[in-house]
C-alpha cells in the first residue's frame, strides 16, 4: 500500500516541479527583456548624471562616480537651440499650452460624435464614420500642404492656436473612434428612456453618457497627449520661432552643438522632453488597458 501512494503521489510532485521550473524560467525571460527593453533609459539618466570628462574616460553603462546635475540645469535654461541659448524650457511650456487645449477639445468633439454615430442613428452615418475612420490612416505627410494652405487663410499660420488646431483635426478621426465603439456598448433603450422621459440630445449627453465614459477618456486622453506631445513633423513645419514645441528644440539642440558635444546635456534635454508623457503612463497605464477592453464588446 505505501508503495502504490507513494507511485500515486510521484506524478503530481514532478508536475509540481515542472510549473514552478516554467514559472521562473518564464520570470527570467521576461526579467532579461525588461533589461534590455530599460538599458537605453538607464544609460540616458547615467549620462545625463556625468560630468564631460567622465564620459570621456568612463564605461558607457557605468554608474557615475560623482552625480552632477549641471547638465539637466544647463538642458533647462541654457542649451543653445541655434542662435538663441535659453534651452528646453520655453519650448516645454509651449508644448504645454498645445497639448492641453488639443486634448481637452479633441475629446470632447470625439465624445460627442462618437454619441451621435453609436446611439443617435441617422442615414449616411456609417458612411460620415467610415470617412472618419479613413483619415485616421492618412499619412501626416500627405496633409502638410492642403493644412499649410488652410493655417495661411485662416490667419493662424505659425501660431499656437493653429498647431491646436492641426492636431484636433488630425485627431478627431481616433477619438471619435474610440467614443464611439464604447457607446455602441450602452443599450440604446437607456437611449429610448430617457427621450420619453423629456430629455433632449444634449441632456442625455452630459447626463447620462458622459458620466459612463470615464475608462474611455482616460484612453482618448492618454493617446491624444502622447500623439500630440512627441509630434515633430507638425511642430516643425506649422511653428516658427517663439511657438516651436519642445521636440523641436530637442532636434535642434542636438544638432546645432558647436565646439565639444555635450552629450549628457543632450541625454538631460531628451529625458526632460519624455519625463510628461513617462508620468501619465506611470499614473494612468493600468486604466489605459481597462478603458480599451471596456468598449470592445461590440464592434
Known amino acids: 500500500m505505501a508503495d502504490l501512494s507513494v507511485s500515486a503521489a510521484s506524478p503530481t510532485g514532478q508536475s509540481q516541479t515542472g510549473k514552478i521550473a516554467l514559472r521562473w524560467s518564464l520570470y527570467t525571460l521576461l526579467c532579461l527583456f525588461a533589461l534590455f527593453y530599460l538599458l537605453p533609459l538607464f544609460v540616458m539618466i547615467t549620462t545625463s548624471l556625468k560630468s564631460l570628462d567622465e564620459i570621456r574616460t568612463g564605461d558607457l553603462i557605468s554608474l557615475p562616480r560623482e552625480v552632477t546635475f549641471d547638465a539637466w540645469r544647463t538642458a533647462w535654461s541654457g542649451a543653445c537651440t541655434g542662435i538663441q541659448c535659453e534651452g528646453v524650457r520655453p519650448y516645454f511650456w509651449n508644448s504645454v499650452l498645445i497639448a492641453i487645449p488639443g486634448v481637452a477639445i479633441s475629446t470632447l468633439l470625439g465624445a460627442m460624435n462618437g454619441y451621435v454615430v453609436a446611439q443617435w442613428r441617422f442615414r449616411g452615418a456609417n458612411i460620415i464614420f467610415s470617412l472618419m475612420l479613413f483619415g485616421c490612416f492618412i499619412p501626416f505627410q500627405v496633409v502638410l500642404l492642403p493644412m499649410a494652405r488652410v493655417l495661411g487663410m485662416m490667419g493662424i499660420a505659425g501660431t499656437i492656436p493653429g498647431l491646436i488646431f492641426v492636431h484636433v483635426i488630425y485627431g478627431l478621426g481616433f477619438t471619435t473612434l474610440f467614443f464611439r465603439n464604447y457607446y455602441v456598448s450602452i443599450p440604446a433603450d437607456l437611449t429610448k428612456a430617457a427621450k420619453v422621459d423629456g430629455a433632449g440630445f444634449f441632456r442625455i449627453f452630459w447626463s447620462i453618457f458622459l458620466p459612463l465614459s ?79 477592453t471596456a468598449g470592445s464588446v461590440k464592434g
Not at 544638432?255 to 543632450?266: A, I
Not at 541625454?267 to 494612468?284: D, E, F, G, K, Q
Open 214 to 292: 470615464l475608462p474611455i477618456i482616460v484612453v482618448t486622453v492618454i493617446w491624444q497627449f502622447t500623439q500630440i506631445w512627441n509630434d515633430f513633423l507638425f511642430g516643425v513645419s506649422f511653428s516658427q520661432a517663439g511657438t516651436q514645441p519642445v521636440t523641436v528644440a530637442l532636434n535642434n539642440i542636438v544638432n546645432s552643438t558647436t565646439g565639444v558635444k555635450e552629450y549628457n546635456v543632450d541625454m538631460a534635454a531628451a529625458i526632460i522632453a519624455a519625463l510628461p508623457t513617462l508620468l501619465v503612463y506611470v499614473v494612468a497605464g493600468k486604466y489605459f488597458v481597462r478603458g480599451l
